[in-house]
T-cell receptor, first 111, second 115 residues
Framework: GQSLEQPSEVTAVEGAIVQINCTYQ??????LSWYQQHDGGAPTFLSY????GLEETGRFSSFLSRSDSYGYLLLQELQMKDSASYFC????????????FGSGTRLLVRP | EPEVTQTPSHQVTQMGQEVILRCVPI?????FYWYRQILGQKVEFLVS????????KSEIFDDQFSVERPDGSNFTLKIRSTKLEDSAMYFC?????????????FGEGSWLTVV
């Protein structure tokens, strides 16, 4: 089977930097994705790592260490609109490339 | 920007009734998925569809559920004899596969309420 662990809640101040960690256990690991979801909305793709290292997309960066089965999402210059749930998700080397989601981290950005 | 579209956005149905949720995946995508999310919980994989057949399904996707791609654009999820516990948001998603970075794009969801 597979499992993903991420903190359930994180609170940060507007303008700050926050890091959301994700550890995973799965066979046939292919890549780690991050999605943002606002209440009542769809999961929106943020970032994907298949190789070790840092991927940067604007204010968001994602890191992967395959040897540690660990990744994180880094959000910089936090804005109020960043308040949402953030999910890490693994994809495996199987026939469907499906994603298996973690339980999500609820980020609250305070003024 | 291309997007996955779903209809209806919200449906209320009586227990025991059949429901069909519809999706139009992104046009050049090859892999199609249905996920569900019970209120306040994580997104759960239901089924994947590739090359006109189911490629993988989860334990949740029992005989009550079926999927179809009736034409070149639509992808449907049918739930026969709905139960109260089927109340959830159902997301359709699609991907171009490995050649396009494996990114999976989600529709806005269909919120199903079974009463």
């Amino acid at each position: 089977g597979q499992s993903l662990e991420q903190p359930s809640e994180v609170t940060a101040v507007e303008g700050a930097i926050v890091q959301i960690n994700c550890t995973y256990q799965t066979s046939g690991f292919y890549g780690l994705s991050w999605y943002q979801q606002h209440d009542g909305g769809a999961p929106t793709f943020l970032s994907y790592n298949a190789l070790d290292g840092l991927e940067e997309t604007g204010r968001f960066s994602s890191f992967l260490s395959r040897s540690d089965s660990y990744g994180y999402l880094l959000l910089q210059e936090l804005q109020m609109k960043d308040s949402a749930s953030y999910f890490c998700a693994v994809s495996r080397m199987d026939s469907s490339y499906k994603l298996i989601f973690g339980s999500g981290t609820r980020l609250l950005v305070r003024p | 920007e291309p997007e996955v579209t779903q209809t209806p956005s919200h449906q209320v149905t009586q227990m025991g009734q059949e429901v069909i949720l519809r999706c139009v995946p992104i046009s050049n995508h090859l892999y199609f998925y249905w996920y569900r999310q019970i209120l306040g919980q994580k997104v759960e994989f239901l089924v994947s569809f590739y090359n006109n057949e189911i490629s993988e399904k989860s334990e949740i996707f029992d005989d009550q559920f079926s999927v179809e791609r009736p034409d070149g654009s639509n992808f449907t999820l049918k739930i026969r004899s709905t139960k109260l516990e089927d109340s959830a948001m159902y997301f359709c998603a699609s991907s171009g596969g490995a050649n396009s970075g494996n990114t999976i794009y989600f529709g806005e969801g269909s919120w199903l309420t079974v009463v």
